[in-house]
């Protein structure tokens, strides 16, 4: 509730709810009636096992809402992301109740809650597109026939590949934000956790944005009302778009262009799942490619902590790590 102006929180809120709720019903049902308040180290340790192994008495038999017959609080055995999703709102649950001093003690910051790495993920696979497929998907949107809904497409893969921002961020985002200065053409957001930030516009972005702009019937970026939307409705261009229509309108285009295409069938399989984060993960990724220092990197995307550009893009790229073994050792 407190956090009910983020957008993204309120989107999570029901997932929030639906791991409370697991973590009461478990209490309950395997520890006796036990309270939040109750809850020991052993506990916490024994919950994070019986997510790992949900006993079948756990899982719905048939899709059924709350208090009906068949319902249970898991549709399945859960995967290691969704167990270690789990253990990390619980956590931030308890720390929440013990500084609002619900709670005098939090048992979970005595627990290791780390779960390790997923042995069954391919560490191969990445949510970001290959230089093939950001081709084969430019390829395919500019064979489409002209139109307001191809500029706007256009617009999107190629600004977000190259400048790295969230989608939140680029539904926020007004023409008036950009502006010029020495180090060239900038964009000040307003970001994750309410905070501002400045980022590079490169030159792919910054053509992108004037190729745009005459779709929505604007001339040119210096003329343009500063209040205008980065990313305009088809219907209304001085209206902003709203999250769910971005997702759609992406990942339709997406999934089109990636059918169409000429990549390998495995490579289609993994792209059509595709979503407009995909292209923030790309820009990520090509950076790290391109040898960008990882601090660079960090501030355009606009991570708190350089140890999760780390996490996320720090590995050194496969191709890069294959030719360097290779005039070593070939």
């Known amino acids: 509730h407190r956090r009910r102006h983020s957008f993204p929180t309120r989107r999570s809120s029901d997932l929030y709810r639906r791991e409370a709720t697991r973590l009461l019903l478990w209490l309950q049902h395997a520890c006796a009636g036990a309270t939040l308040t109750e809850m020991r180290i052993e506990d916490c340790n024994a919950y994070m096992a019986f997510l790992q192994n949900i006993p079948t008495s756990w899982i719905s038999r048939r899709s059924a809402a709350p208090g009906q017959t068949g319902w249970a609080p898991f549709r399945g055995p859960l995967s290691h992301d969704s167990q ?3 253990i990390v709102i619980v956590a931030s649950l308890f720390t929440w109740l013990q500084s609002a001093q619900y709670l ?9 809650k780390k779960t ?13 597109f290959s230089a093939n497929a950001s081709a084969a998907i430019l390829q395919f949107i500019d064979q489409q026939a002209p139109s307001p809904a191809r500029a706007r497409i256009r617009f999107i ?7 790295g921002l969230r989608s939140s961020e680029l539904l926020n985002a007004k023409l008036g934000q950009i502006q010029h200065a020495s180090e060239g053409w900038l964009l000040q957001v307003h970001g994750k956790g309410a905070k501002n930030r400045i980022v590079h516009l490169p030159g792919q972005a910054m053509v992108a944005l004037r190729d745009y702009l005459p779709s929505r019937g604007i001339d040119e970026l210096e ?3 500063p209040d205008l939307p980065l990313l305009a409705n088809l219907k209304e261009p001085a209206q902003h778009v709203g999250y769910q229509a971005l997702y759609e309108h992406v990942s339709g285009w997406l999934g089109k262009a990636v059918l169409r295409s000429a990549l390998p069938a495995s490579e289609k399989s993994k792209l059509l799942g595709a979503s407009t984060h995909w292209l923030r993960h790309t820009f990520g990724t090509r950076a790290v490619a391109l040898e960008v220092p990882l601090d660079v990197i960090q501030a355009q995307l606009g991570h708190a902590s350089i140890q999760t550009t780390m996490d996320i893009y720090g590995k050194a790229p496969i191709k890069r790590r294959a030719e360097a073994l290779s005039a070593a050792f070939d």
């Open 104 to 112: 005098q003690g939090n048992p979970w910051v005595l627990v290791n």
């Open 116 to 128: 390790g790495d997923d042995k069954q993920k391919n560490v191969l696979d990445t949510k970001a």
């Open 84 to 86: 270690q999703q789990s």
């Open 157 to 163: 893969v190629v600004f977000l590949s190259s400048v």
């Open 223 to 225: 003329t343009a009302q």
